[in-house]
């Protein structure tokens, strides 16, 4: 089993519902690793007992492969009767024009490029508002640091009024800097500093998948911080020095595109910064090293 799925189970499901819709608009969204991801913006239907007007298109790939464009009729389903997707292009509207994503960043003008290893486009620039709101979403997000009351409306509010600029700001928050904000009281406010304070005892492991790293899951962030111990033996850290003589990781269950995206980050002069804000004010960098039984030494 991995975190989320048991690779041994095998599932049965009912062929899902599909309808036609017209495609009015495709939307770019800049996730935390300044991902593009286009959004189709289509007339409402009804699948599975919802309402969907919303679906992925993933990547260009995606678009140029079933050439879509907007004004198109597609053919729409609920993959799993859960998330919404596009099938196909049922026929062209009028004029059709094929769709291409922007080659500079919606929110902050940047341009974007294109990993030749990957099918994604990201926006380059890592002081994109975009970019760092959705890493702080994530880094208070339930299974990273767990910060209750700190979603995507309360980041909005802390960024666009220079509050706070990465995910260590967020421990030098007080209560009298949001109270300003319309619909914020007292209480609520209070709430928000104790449960921001009440994450810094979280640990290791659920810090390095909080703060974002590339390729670094939540699994492989608990093997790493596991096998380490402290964040101080990850500072220094190089390629060579997780590879065994044989050529394996000496981290079972890590690889190397993950080793070296590690490796990567914590080679980045922000990044590096962004730990000892974290260390000044007062997070626990430290996991417990997972102990190796020895009843079968020998």
């Known amino acids: 089993s991995t975190v989320k799925f048991p690779r041994w189970a095998v599932a049965f499901k009912y062929p899902p519902e599909e309808k036609e819709t017209?495609?009015?608009?495709?939307?770019?969204?800049?996730?935390?690793?300044?991902?593009?991801?286009?959004?189709?913006?289509?007339?409402?239907?009804?699948?599975?007992g919802t309402s969907v007007s919303r679906a992925t298109l993933h990547?260009?790939?995606?678009?140029?492969?079933?050439?879509?464009?907007i004004g198109d009729t597609l053919l729409v389903r609920k993959a799993g009767e859960i998330i919404p997707e596009v099938l196909k292009v049922v026929r062209h509207g009028e004029n059709p024009v094929p769709y291409q994503i922007p080659e500079t960043c919606p929110v902050c003008g940047s341009?974007?490029?294109?990993?030749?290893?990957?099918?994604?486009?990201?926006?380059?620039?890592?002081?994109?508002?975009?970019?760092?709101?959705?890493?702080?979403?994530?880094?208070?997000?339930?299974?990273?640091?767990?910060?209750?009351?700190?979603?995507?409306?309360?980041?909005?509010?802390?960024?666009d009024n220079g509050l706070v600029d990465n995910c260590a700001g967020l421990y030098r928050?007080?209560?009298?800097?949001?109270?300003?904000?319309?619909?914020?009281?007292?209480?609520?406010?209070d709430n928000l500093i104790q449960a921001i304070e009440?994450?810094?005892?979280?640990g290791l492991a659920r810090l390095l998948f909080g703060l974002g790293i590339r390729n670094v899951g939540e699994k492989a962030a608990q093997l790493i911080?596991?096998?380490?111990?402290?964040?101080?033996a990850l500072m220094d850290l190089t390629v060579d020095d997780l590879w065994t003589k044989k050529g394996g990781c000496v981290i079972p269950g890590i690889g190397q595109?993950?080793?070296?995206?590690?490796?990567?980050?914590?080679?980045?002069?922000?990044?590096?910064?962004?730990?000892?804000?974290?260390?000044?004010?007062?997070?626990?960098l430290t996991e417990e090293k997972e102990e190796t039984g020895v009843s079968l030494a020998g």
């Open 22 to 48: 017209v495609l009015r608009d495709i939307e770019i969204q800049v996730g935390r690793t300044g991902a593009l991801t286009p959004t189709a913006v289509f007339d409402s239907v009804t699948l599975a």
């Open 198 to 202: 009440g994450s810094k005892d979280r």
């Open 173 to 189: 928050l007080t209560a009298e800097q949001l109270l300003p904000f319309e619909g914020v009281q007292q209480k609520s406010a």
């Open 257 to 284: 595109v993950i080793a070296e995206s590690l490796v990567e980050s914590f080679s980045q002069p922000e990044f590096r910064s962004q730990i000892e804000q974290l260390r000044e004010s007062g997070v626990k």
């Open 111 to 159: 341009r974007t490029v294109r990993d030749p290893d990957e099918a994604v486009i990201r926006c380059i620039n890592p002081a994109c508002p975009a970019t760092r709101k959705r890493s702080i979403v994530h880094f208070a997000s339930r299974n990273a640091m767990d910060i209750e009351g700190l979603g995507p409306a309360m980041v909005d509010l802390l960024v």
């Open 225 to 232: 911080a596991r096998h380490f111990g402290t964040v101080d």
């Open 59 to 69: 990547n260009q790939d995606f678009i140029t492969e079933k050439e879509i464009c």
